[in-house]
């Protein structure tokens, strides 16, 4: 285990030198490379952050006002016979639009249910399980401009309702 993290120390400055040293060989002006790729970056941020606090914005407004903790009330029959606590529906819903406001609701099963219960242990498989659909979809395709998703959110959210199933499968097994 103490290789592992000796290797992890110092994986970063060997990929960084071999980087570095890659471009010199390429005669590329690696630095010039680098202030360029940082000015595009800034220009994609910028144009990214409206989205992202219009996002962040719609996900507390809807944990404040209580509309996910009725989401998963009504929803309570239908999860509950699967396998899936209704306390974790609010998480799935927040983890479409944002993964840091999802790890506050984290946060609160773990308070509530503790790590190691069912709920805990379900909890952190779907968090690896699921993705940030809206807001990846939003961010990176207004950053990479495109206007035609076609069946873009149709496979995502298919992939996130597969994550959800094999989350539960794998808890399941576990407990």
């Known amino acids: 285990m103490k290789a592992l993290a000796n290797?992890?120390?110092?994986?970063?400055?060997?990929?960084?030198?071999?980087i570095?040293?890659?471009?010199?060989?390429?005669k590329v002006k690696v630095y010039e490379a680098f202030?360029?790729?940082?000015?595009?970056?800034?220009?994609?941020?910028?144009?990214?952050?409206?989205?992202?606090?219009?996002?962040?914005v719609a996900v507390g407004m809807l944990r404040a006002s209580?509309?996910?903790?009725?989401?998963?009330?009504?929803?309570?029959p239908i999860t509950e016979a699967v396998g899936l606590p209704a306390q974790?529906?609010?998480?799935?819903a927040v983890k479409l639009f944002s993964s840091s406001?999802?790890?506050?609701?984290?946060?609160?099963?773990?308070r509530t249910s503790g790590p190691d219960?069912?709920?805990g242990l379900?909890?952190?498989?779907?968090?690896?399980?699921?993705?940030?659909?809206?807001y990846t979809m939003s961010v990176y395709f207004l950053a990479a401009r495109v206007t035609k998703t076609r069946y873009t959110l149709t496979g995502a959210l298919l992939a996130t309702l597969a994550g959800t199933v094999a989350s539960v499968i794998l808890a399941g097994r576990m407990v």
């Open 7 to 18: 290797i992890s120390d110092i994986i970063i400055p060997v990929l960084i030198f071999f």
């Open 20 to 26: 570095v040293g890659y471009g010199f060989v390429s």
């Open 35 to 56: 202030l360029k790729g940082a000015k595009e970056g800034l220009h994609i941020v910028a144009d990214i952050v409206p989205t992202l606090i219009g996002l962040l």
């Open 66 to 76: 209580g509309f996910f903790d009725m989401l998963g009330s009504l929803l309570a």
């Open 88 to 92: 974790l529906m609010p998480l799935l």
């Open 101 to 110: 406001a999802a790890t506050g609701l984290v946060l609160d099963v773990f």
């Open 117 to 119: 219960s069912y709920a």
């Open 122 to 134: 379900l909890t952190s498989i779907l968090m690896s399980c699921t993705e940030t659909v809206f």
